[in-house]
């Protein structure tokens, strides 16, 4: 589509003077500029000041520019909060959007912040039911992803039966949990805490811990 006219002025003028306007409405195309036309000091600045204002709402989006127009500042600093928030970050409007490659390479990630397997399988129904007719071919594959016990010949079956019907979210998620292995379902429902019980006082040695353990 071409550089917008004031972001072309923009650079030009830095040529001569040093110094440009960043904000939060031309970051995004100057960036995009600077990286075409190898303004390398402005697209430096444009990368800080987009990781300076990332969140939850938009590190989605902010990673894939990121990896688009290789700001590896903001790549990791977008990663890091996907990661580190995706209980919230799948919560937002734009994680409905995302490819099925981005969602992949979330759920690839080692770090992903989910205090438990099981709490992964939520997001891939909310995504899958968001655009059910395309996306539930990627369903196992999605799952597959997730160390969960899940039996592959009841879900394709099911899946197979279900082609023709318009599947709910809740549709799916029973589809889900009836295709975990019985083993599973009894460890998911129960609790993974363990309680510590330290015996002692204030200058005086330890004298009994004791471990509880409800598994």
């Known amino acids: 589509?071409?550089?917008?006219?004031?972001?072309?002025?923009?650079?030009?003028?830095?040529a001569y003077t040093s110094q440009i306007e960043i904000t939060k409405r031309n970051v995004q195309s100057l960036l995009e500029a600077a990286d075409l036309l190898q303004f390398l000091s402005v697209k430096k600045a444009c990368e800080q000041f987009l990781v300076r204002h990332l969140d939850i709402d938009n590190c989605i989006g902010m990673h894939s520019f990121a990896e688009f127009h290789v700001c590896p500042e903001l790549e990791k600093e977008s990663r890091r909060i996907l990661c580190s928030r995706f209980k919230e970050v799948w919560q937002q409007e734009e994680f409905l959007e995302i490819s099925l490659e981005k969602f992949l390479f979330i759920l690839?990630?080692?770090?992903l912040s989910v205090w438990k397997e099981e709490a992964v399988i939520e997001p891939v129904i909310k995504w899958t039911a968001h655009d059910v007719e395309n996306r539930i071919e990627?369903?196992?594959n999605l799952l597959s992803y997730i160390n969960i016990d899940i039996d592959p010949v009841y879900l394709k079956t099911a899946l197979g039966l279900q082609r023709s019907c318009l599947l709910t979210e809740n549709k799916i998620r029973s589809l889900i949990y009836n295709a975990l292995n019985p083993m599973h379902k009894e460890?998911?429902?129960?609790?993974?805490a363990t309680m510590y019980i330290i015996g002692g006082y204030y200058w005086h040695p330890l004298s009994e811990v004791?471990?509880?353990d409800p598994l």
């Open 1 to 14: 589509s071409g550089i917008q006219h004031d972001i072309l002025e923009g650079l030009v003028n830095y």
């Open 108 to 111: 690839s990630r080692k770090n």
């Open 138 to 140: 990627c369903l196992y």
């Open 187 to 192: 460890i998911s429902q129960r609790s993974t």
């Open 210 to 212: 004791h471990v509880w």
